[in-house]
């Protein structure tokens, strides 16, 4: 009588898992990934949202929305990015179409990492909010930041992906920088759209990041009252739109 072979040992999840964790180390053991990109939001936040409020908590609070956004879209600018483009140039995506692993196991793979360093920064951000900066919320509302910034990263992975297919590992984070930090000023991520001058509020919708923004803002109620499905379709949109052209960009490089 043969052997019975556990399911599980033909499993493709049991490759897609492998490859999460793998990736998900490699990033995590990646000072000059994980360190300014969970550093940064945190430090800001520390200054401007617990610092520098003036004892009301509403800066405290509207900061831990937008801080928590700003936070999200580098982890999925750099984390798809950077990445995409060094093992491009290095011949490693190549490898990885001859190896014996599920289609799209990479690409997963990145989306699980950058997922979780957003829950690592959702979570900090909270952690510190509700014991220093004394932000009080209601479970549901921690609840649907989290799950904001955790789904938020995926059209961000996107652009980035977009980006790395595009240009090398040299070039990448000084273009992502371009894009990132212009991107979160213009959308109200670092100061209220009220504050800033009137055609910058006007034009922030065509910014990505607004609506992830917005969206977080909702929850804590300082958002400019446009509705939810509009900004979700717009991440939608995004997400697949540069999810299309990347994978076509990287098609076409082969």
Request: hydrophobic share 60%; proline share 7%.
């Amino acid at each position: 009588m043969s052997a019975i072979v556990p399911l599980s040992a033909h499993s493709p999840w049991r490759s897609y898992l492998q490859e999460a964790k793998c990736e998900a180390l490699r990033m995590l053991r990646e000072p000059a990934f994980c360190l300014p990109v969970i550093g940064f939001p945190v430090l800001f936040y520390l200054l401007f949202g617990v610092l520098l409020d003036k004892g009301e908590g509403k800066a405290a609070q509207y900061l831990l929305a937008t801080y928590g956004a700003f936070g999200v879209i580098g982890a999925g600018l750099f984390g798809f990015g950077v990445t995409i483009a060094v093992d491009r140039e290095k011949g490693l995506l190549r490898l990885k179409r001859a190896l014996p692993v599920p289609p799209g196991a990479l690409l997963l793979a990145k989306m699980v990492m950058a997922m979780l360093f957003a829950a690592i920064i959702s979570l900090v951000l909270a952690v510190i909010a509700a014991t220093v900066a004394g932000v009080t919320l209601e479970p549901s509302q921690w609840l649907r930041l989290l799950l904001i910034d955790v789904l938020g990263v995926l059209p961000f992975c996107a652009i980035g992906l977009y980006v790395g297919a595009l240009v090398g590992g040299n070039a990448a984070p000084a273009l992502l920088n371009m894009l990132y930090l212009p991107m979160a000023f213009l959308s109200g991520l670092w100061l209220p759209l009220t504050l800033l001058p009137g055609i910058l509020s006007t034009i922030a919708p065509l910014w990505p990041a607004y609506h992830l923004g917005q969206l977080a803002l909702k929850v804590v109620g300082f958002d400019m009252g446009q509705p939810i499905a509009m900004h979700v379709a717009v991440l939608i949109g995004i997400a697949a739109l540069f999810f299309v052209l990347a994978q076509r960009r990287l098609s076409a490089a082969e």
